[in-house]
């Protein structure tokens, strides 16, 4: 079966919509407005990423999106757990990725950065213990993952699949007004110098 990318599954959805209102049934007014300003040439869709990458060391809960993170390229390009003002995200894959570093635990924080902005991520598998865990996903404090195994970004041997890469059964889609979170549970602590870094991809609105 051919999976359908986001973009097709974002349009889909607020088409719908857009349906449901020219039919008189119950629906939703922003996927509606949405759906209106892209065919109005207000809005267009665009390919997008949010990312980051937090240490992992010594935790057993990992915390990858927080309220007090602020955008930095190559670290995240995230700020305070959301989405850019005017944005309207459909989250349809998440990529997760780690590394156990070499040398020296840095002990400035212009150190971790250089650090982290250096490190070329492998696959979980590499890193004792990971592919053990679970994750959650929520955006409004409402579960769109809820405790899945680590195990679905072991993607190794897949060479259909890029590295780390899971494809949510349920698309969702997180709105630029919601605060969103991405949490890793292990059994026990990751490794020490362990980085963990999350992409969350697909496809969101962006002024034409």
Not at 164 to 182: A, H, M, Q, S, V
Request: proline residues 3%; hydrophobic residues 40%; contains cysteine.
């Amino acid at each position: 079966m051919i999976r359908k990318n986001s973009r097709e599954q974002f349009l889909e959805i607020v088409n719908a919509h857009l349906s449901l209102r020219e039919q008189g049934k119950k629906h939703d007014p922003a996927m509606v407005k949405v759906a209106e300003g892209i065919k109005e040439g207000r809005l267009q869709l665009s390919d997008s990423a949010y990312y980051s990458i937090k240490y992992g060391g010594d935790k057993a809960t990992i915390h990858m999106f927080e309220t007090q993170d602020a955008k930095e390229i190559g670290v995240t390009n995230v700020t305070q757990s959301k989405l850019p003002k005017d944005r309207l995200f459909l989250c349809n894959r998440i990529i997760l990725l780690a590394k156990v570093f070499e040398g020296e635990i840095p002990q400035s924080d212009t150190a971790w950065k250089q650090l982290i902005k250096s490190t070329n991520f492998d696959s979980i598998k590499a890193v004792a213990g990971l592919q053990n865990g679970v994750f959650t996903f929520m955006a409004n404090k409402k579960i769109i993952i809820d405790e899945r195994p680590m195990q679905d970004f072991v993607t190794d041997n897949n060479l259909q699949m890029n590295l780390g890469t899971y494809y949510l059964e349920n698309p969702r889609f997180i709105r630029d007004d919601e605060e969103f979170e991405f949490t890793l549970e292990l059994g026990d602590d990751a490794p020490d110098k362990t980085l963990i870094k999350v992409v969350l991809a697909g496809t969101s609105t962006v002024p034409a």
